[in-house]
């Protein structure tokens, strides 16, 4: 297999983000939408609770890519060609690296690929390749949505970072905990969570060789997606988080848990609301209750 180009100078992404944030702000090309804050707490686990502020950005902007799509009679797709001001690196011959347009989190990243690809297709070495460059530079969270169903909203492939901590305080990432316990396990699985996924301990030092890295990470989500029963050849809807440091695959069964929508992140334990009357159900069937609702139950 040819080893793929790095384009991205180490050391370099972390400063391109800032740069590129406060550009873009500037230009109105980065619309963030405001939140505020909770958390709830079920099963040990202190989820972090965001509730939207305001939506209307982000719908002004679909009605208008919806226009453009009758016009032109094709899927309006963002990432191709994506917009310049949000531009942030080249990581590979493969890959490049722009801001999320409508961030909910502060520099939101997502990697997308140069040609397009459907988002459901298998993750390619190249795909870990991309995500370990930018890992290598940038301490976050690395997720995955495949398709619809696992909360993508846009067809052309795309992996997720996102900077740690994800919440005020607390751990960096809310589900950790439970995940700390697992490793001294030697098992793939979780015991507290009460749904279908796979878990996998990562070697924080493939960081110094995204190559290698992404070689053993392949591994890694093979073996992970044969654990829950999903088709290496062809699979179906999951989520993936990785750090420098663990991967976790979950099956979903739907998108949405009556009106709120899950992605990847819910199973982090951050999740997002779009109003009050969402936060009561949130608080009323709790949190997790609702991740076991979109996964698959044990």
Not at 34 to 62: C, G, H, M, W, Y
Not at 151 to 161: N, P
Request: glycine letters at 4%.
């Amino acid at each position: 297999m040819t080893q793929g180009k790095i384009l991205l100078k180490p050391g370099t992404l972390w400063t391109s983000v800032k740069e590129q944030t406060e550009h873009a702000l500037q230009c109105g090309a980065l619309l963030s939408i405001p939140t505020e804050f909770e958390s709830v707490e079920q099963d040990n686990v202190r989820f972090s609770v965001r509730i939207l502020s305001n939506l209307n950005r982000k719908k002004a902007a679909k009605e208008k890519q919806e226009k453009q799509s009758a016009t032109s009679g094709q899927e309006f797709n963002p990432f191709l060609p994506y917009e310049e001001d949000l531009f942030v690196a080249d990581i590979s011959d493969t890959h490049v690296c722009i801001l999320n347009k409508f961030n909910v989190v502060d520099y939101h990243l997502l990697i997308i690929t140069r040609a397009f690809e459907e988002q459901e297709s298998l993750l390619t070495l190249e795909d870990f390749m991309a995500m370990w460059t930018c890992l290598a530079d940038f301490d976050g969270l690395a997720f995955y949505n495949s398709g619809k169903t696992a909360g993508a909203s846009q067809r052309h492939k795309h992996l997720q970072l996102v900077p740690l901590p994800l919440a005020p305080s607390g751990p960096q990432i809310p589900i950790e905990p439970l995940l700390t316990s697992a490793q001294f396990q030697n098992s793939n699985t979780i015991p507290k969570l009460s749904f279908v996924h796979a878990f996998a301990p990562l070697n924080s030092n493939w960081v110094q060789s995204p190559f290698t890295a992404a070689q053993a990470t392949l591994e890694v989500y093979r073996t992970l997606l044969h654990a829950v029963g999903l088709d290496v050849k062809q699979s179906g809807a999951y989520n993936l988080l990785a750090t420098r440091e663990w991967m976790l695959i979950v099956p979903r069964s739907q998108e949405h848990f009556q009106s709120i929508s899950v992605n990847s992140l819910g199973f982090a334990g951050a999740l997002l609301v779009r109003n009050p009357a969402e936060m009561e159900i949130l608080k009323a069937q709790g949190p997790m209750t609702i991740l076991k609702n979109v996964a698959i139950s044990n």
